[in-house]
């Protein structure tokens, strides 16, 4: 006779945002970070973006709190999960992993080409 099959222990997917999960303005850029706050609309440190006022606008250009996307919390990888395993594995680096490696390769592509000097 079948045995009845396991149940499945997957997490829980939450929809909910994390307290602190940054969000960036898809107009201009800007990225509102809970830990810091809003010094221009004087919006004090550690103030989820949910908890912001309903009149609170993106203080470098202006647009109303609905044009922010959700980036998650700070030193996650940037992009969609799925994409991650694409690429030659920079997908899953932070935005500060990969400025190191773009201008650490930028210097020793400089300190190699300044090293042809010295060739007599």
């Known amino acids: 006779m079948n045995a009845p099959e396991p ?7 939450t929809t909910e945002p994390a307290k602190d999960d940054r969000y960036e303005c898809r107009a201009c850029g800007y990225v509102y970070e809970p830990e810091k706050g809003d010094n221009t609309n004087e919006i004090p440190a550690g103030t989820p973006f949910r908890e912001l ?6 203080p470098v250009c202006g647009v109303p709190r609905n044009q922010f996307a959700n980036i998650g919390p700070p030193g996650q990888a940037s992009g969609f999960k799925e994409n991650y395993k694409y690429g030659f594995g920079v997908n899953t680096l932070t935005s500060t992993q ?17 090293s042809f000097y010295g060739l007599s």
Do not use: D, Q, S, Y
């Open 53 to 58: 006022p309903p009149n609170w606008r993106c």
């Open 98 to 114: 990969k400025t190191l490696l773009i201008f650490g390769g930028l210097l020793v592509a400089f300190a190699i080409m300044m």
């Open 7 to 13: 149940e499945a222990t997957t997490p829980a997917i």
